[in-house]
């Protein structure tokens, strides 16, 4: 994979040509952005481009270096990432430690930080010595969807490159040509990704398809003088946090839906397409005021769950809510 063949971030990448090609690189760059949007793709290609045996602005493909870089054996391209919950000081001495060397076989030693924000204190704080003192042939990539959880002092010393969400049309087409996918199933898993081939890709291996069809079924049906339905659907939002969580990203994307089709009257900027009639169901029956306080109850139930609140009982409450706009 080289330059040409990433999506979405031309701007980003137009950033790293020049960057080649004036020979004006940066010691620490720092990938941020949503998950699933190609920093760690863009970082490795960067890496074969610095190090391409043909010596141009972007990889050739077919070189050794090339070749070992796509195979994750390069001794001169390292990829770190949190063995556990934290990088530790261990890994970024190693950096250190390899830094005081000149690269093996490339041009440039590249270290790729994932997640770079899960360092813990001591972690970090070796990183910024190692970042106040930059070595020409080294170069530092972190990469990060909560940049916001780095120290301001390693934040400084890296240039930045923000990652955007995609545009829906070019998630559907990596499905479509990478993965195979039919139009629909594509066009579906592209508008319900929220610009992120990643998470495209973890939804589609993980049928999460079924799981939103089924839940949006679910809330469909509840109704307000049925309290035993939605005790069930409740419980069918999931029992475990990072199940829960997607549920409820699901109700919000879907009341999303309802805003957007009381407002345009139309289906074209809608996640759930395929819903179009249920959609414009809820938008006649709630007004504007209803779709933004079932919003904010959502979001509330978000925050409580990720506080590690009761989850049976902020479900149920949320659900109650959900068919009691007034409540």
């Given amino acids: 994979m080289s330059f040409k063949d990433l999506r979405g971030q031309e701007s980003q990448i137009t950033l790293l040509r020049n960057a080649i090609e004036k020979d004006r690189l940066s010691h620490a760059y720092l990938f941020f952005g949503m998950k699933g949007v190609g920093k760690r793709t863009t970082a490795e290609v960067f890496a074969k481009a610095l190090n391409c045996a043909e010596g141009q602005i972007d990889a050739c493909d077919r070189c050794i270096s090339c070749l070992k870089i796509e195979k994750s054996n390069h001794p001169d391209v390292m990829v770190l990432k949190a063995a556990g919950q934290f990088i530790r000081i261990q890994e970024i001495r190693e950096i250190r430690n390899q830094m005081g060397f000149r690269p093996f076989e490339g041009r440039k030693r590249v270290f790729i930080l994932v997640d770079a924000e899960t360092m ?11 970042l106040e003192e930059p070595s020409p042939s080294n ?45 629909e199933e ?49 419980g069918a939002l999931g029992k475990e946090r990072e199940a829960i969580l997607k549920s409820l990203d699901i109700l919000r994307s879907w009341y999303r839906d309802v805003l957007v089709y009381s407002k345009t009257g139309g289906g074209e900027n809608m996640i759930h397409r395929n819903h179009l009639e249920t959609v414009k169901t809820f938008a006649e029956k709630l007004t504007t005021a209803d779709v933004l306080k079932n919003v904010t109850a959502i979001n509330r139930a978000v925050r409580a769950v990720e506080r590690n609140a009761n989850k049976h009982l902020t479900l149920e409450t949320l659900l109650f809510k959900l068919v009691h706009p007034d409540g």
């Fill in 120 to 130: 813990n204190i001591a972690a970090a704080n070796a990183l910024l010595k190692t």
């Fill in 139 to 183: 170069i530092l990539i972190l990469l990060s969807s909560r940049p916001h959880r780095l120290p301001a002092t390693i934040i400084s010393r890296c240039q930045k490159v923000r990652f955007r969400p995609l545009a829906r049309e070019d998630v559907a087409g990596y499905l479509r040509e990478k993965m195979g996918l039919g139009e």
């Fill in 186 to 234: 594509a066009d579906l898993l592209a508008a319900s990704a929220g610009g992120s081939i990643g998470r495209a890709v973890e939804m589609q291996r993980d049928s999460e398809l079924q799981a939103r069809e089924r839940l949006i079924a679910g809330i469909s049906r509840c109704r307000k003088d049925d309290p035993m339905g939605l005790l069930l659907m409740a």
